[in-house]
T-cell receptor, first 113, second 113 residues
């Protein structure tokens, strides 16, 4: 079946602009995770959804970052007033029941100029 | 606080040789230790994982060795092949609570033909 998909694959934006990154999890997976991967580093956790609710948002760096999953499937990561330091690959992962393996999408490469 | 420390940062191995990557963790609450493989432009993919109640797990050419008392674990790739050239991440999580994965900083492995 189809894996986790993320759109867009690349996003270039100017400092101060607002961006939305989309994640389509594997069908039927109830848990969804967002991670951020800076160049040469391992992914860092941002937020975890179980169904529609955010079960753990302890990794969001500040209040410019927000994520939603209104129907328990697709999720959108929203970044307000982007800064150059936000440049990274944003990865989405899903798992079937929260305690299963996490399957990662290809990521969205965000560049803030 | 870096909860999972990984070494070396980069590794070059001749084809047919053994690749060894080491990791150490701090949080004794971790109960799941996966290794991920990542190719350029792709998301991390689960390679092999181990729980702390076993000291070794082998899948094909890949073996995890786990030392609970030392809080260390390692990945061994036997008969390394050029196709194994990728970045490898060790990781840890509290799987029972479906929580986030904490990743190491990664090892860039190159297999020389």
């Amino acid at each position: 079946g189809a894996g986790v998909s993320q759109t867009p694959s690349n996003k270039v934006t100017e400092k101060g602009k607002y961006v939305e990154l989309r994640c389509d999890p594997i069908s039927g997976h109830t848990a969804l995770y967002w991670y951020r991967q800076s160049l040469g580093q391992g992914p860092e956790f941002l937020i975890y959804f179980q169904g529609t609710g955010a079960a753990d948002d302890s990794g969001l760096p500040n209040d410019r970052f927000f994520a939603v999953r209104p129907e328990g499937s697709v999720s959108t990561l929203k970044i307000q007033r982007t800064e150059r330091g936000d440049s990274a690959v944003y990865l989405c992962a899903s798992s079937p029941a929260g305690a299963g393996e996490q399957y990662f999408g290809p990521g969205t490469r965000l560049t803030v100029t | 606080q870096q909860q999972v420390k990984q070494s070396p940062q980069s590794l070059i191995v001749q084809k047919g040789g053994i690749s060894i990557i080491n990791c150490a963790y701090e949080n004794t609450a971790f109960d799941y230790f996966p290794w991920y493989q990542q190719f350029p432009g792709k998301g991390p993919a689960l390679l092999i994982a181990i729980r702390p109640d076993v000291s070794e797990k082998k899948e094909g050419r890949f073996t995890i060795s786990f030392n609970k008392s030392a809080k260390q674990f390692s990945l061994h790739i036997m008969d390394s092949q050029p196709g194994d050239s990728a970045t490898y991440f060790c990781a840890a999580s509290k799987r029972s609570s479906a929580s986030k994965i904490i990743f190491g900083s990664g090892t860039r492995l190159s297999i020389r033909p």
